[in-house]
């Protein structure tokens, strides 16, 4: 249930390929989108198994593919609920993720990566209490096997721009955007075939939910700095051996160039 991803490519996602259909369109976790996974809660998940095309128009519950109606540039994302979709969690708690799973074929542990995306909003459902979409990532087999998952904070976070009482469909790439997200995940040490997950938190909000989404997803390597070389000590004793008789070299010259004159 993963990509593989060698550390010297770039992996990116832009979320094109999803369904432009609207109604019940079957969702299968890492054969939809390769590498990419939809769950339900509770932990540590249940797959998703459909989801629709969506403009911002609804306000139920769901994972979508957003974007402008009919358009074929698509973004994926959800509306968070109580609703049977979810398996009915309360409010306040996580309703479900979207997670991203790569396997590490590079043939030696990687211990930084960028990672990048855009946050986009494509509805404003009656609540004006900003509501914030969590990153977080770790380890494991399967998404259910990863033990522990941390979440990095700041960058790596994003909130909806736009809360108010009415309710409103909202161009995730104009006004609901929310650019460049995350950032460089340092000291990983992500082992040769293990697999990194990184998930999105869909919390079922108090009130109405907003329609949260990502975009534009990139996972990049961080080069390893090339070790400063260090000469040899024969090296070292030789070249102060040349600088020491250049400099008798030249001494004798003025001394010579001195009497001379």
């Given amino acids: 249930m993963a990509v593989l991803f060698n ?20 969702w299968t976790n ?21 989801y629709s095309a969506e403009n911002g128009s609804s306000g139920t519950g769901s994972f979508y593919s957003y974007g402008t109606t009919g358009a074929p540039d698509r973004a994926l994302g959800g509306l968070g609920s109580g609703g049977t979709y979810f398996g009915s969690p309360a ?23 960028n990672i990048g995306f855009d946050g986009e909003q494509w509805r404003n459902n009656l609540n004006p209490t900003p509501q914030t979409m969590v990153l977080e990532y770790g380890f494991g087999n399967t998404f259910g096997a990863v033990p522990t998952w941390t979440a990095p904070g700041g960058n790596f976070n994003w909130t909806s721009p736009v809360a108010t009482t009415a309710a409103a469909v909202i161009d995730g790439n104009t006004t609901g955007l929310v650019a460049n997200r995350g950032g460089t995940l340092n000291t990983l040490n992500w082992s040769n075939n293990s697999t990194l997950w990184v998930r999105w938190i869909e919390n079922n909000d108090g009130s109405n939910d907003h329609g949260l989404v990502i975009d534009n997803f990139s996972l990049a390597a961080v080069p390893v700095p090339s070790p400063t070389a260090v000469p040899e000590p024969a090296d070292f004793m030789g070249s102060i051996v040349a600088m020491l008789a250049a400099a008798i070299v030249i001494k004798r010259r003025i001394a010579s160039k001195s009497r001379t004159l």
Avoid at 30 to 50: C, H, N, Y
Avoid at 91 to 113: D, K, L, Q, R
């Fill in 30 to 50: 890492d054969s939809t989108l390769p590498g990419w996974s939809l769950f339900r809660q509770p932990t540590p998940g249940t797959a998703i198994t459909t």
């Fill in 91 to 113: 409010s306040g708690n996580v309703a479900g993720w979207i997670a991203f799973a790569a396997t590490n074929n590079s043939g030696a542990a990687i211990n930084s990566v």
């Fill in 7 to 26: 550390g010297a490519t770039t992996y990116t996602q832009d979320f094109n390929s999803l369904t432009t259909s609207t109604g019940a369109n079957t």
